[in-house]
């Protein structure tokens, strides 16, 4: 929603979790967003199409490695990193040229599995910080490297 509010041309967003993306769909409808936004049910980036390319990738994944139970744990918790590395192994085919990756990171896991340690084929910059409920909460710009 952020994305086609400040002025993107298209927009796709995909996520593992059916009731989000129906959610996000009624919003995009709402907010006279549906020409731009399509939404799409993924598990990783498995709903892009082939051809698709982005200036921007906003990546807002879970934080922690560990075993899930259910699609709303998956929100929570990324086993072994999966999503992470799939979107790293794939996103310079996914990025037009200067293209970049925005994505969430909080403060505790970076000190414990720093996101730089995921893949040396990208920059990593630390673009801002917050805090949520107490924890503190980073913005990182990861760029290919050319």
Avoid: H, W
């Avoid at 989000?20 to 919003?27: D, F, I, S």
């Avoid at 924890?135 to 490297?145: H, K, R, S």
Wanted: with cysteine; proline share 5%.
């Amino acid at each position: 929603m952020a994305a086609a509010k400040l002025g993107a041309k298209k927009v796709v967003a995909l996520d593992i979790n059916p009731a989000a993306v129906e959610c996000a769909a009624l919003n995009a409808k709402n907010n006279n967003f549906s020409d731009i936004i399509e939404v799409r049910v993924s598990d990783a980036i498995s709903g892009l199409k082939p051809e698709e390319k982005f200036d921007i990738i906003v990546a807002g994944m879970p934080f922690e490695a560990a075993e899930v139970n259910s699609i709303l744990e998956r929100s929570v918790y990324d086993p072994n990193f999966i999503m992470r590395r799939s979107l790293l192994d794939n996103a310079t085919m996914l990025l037009n040229p200067g293209g970049r990756i925005f994505c969430t990171y909080s403060k505790r896991v970076q000190d414990i599995t720093p996101i730089e340690s995921f893949d040396t084929r990208y920059s990593y910059e630390l673009v801002r910080e917050g805090t949520i409920k107490g924890e503190v909460n980073y913005v990182f710009m990861l760029f290919p490297l050319v």
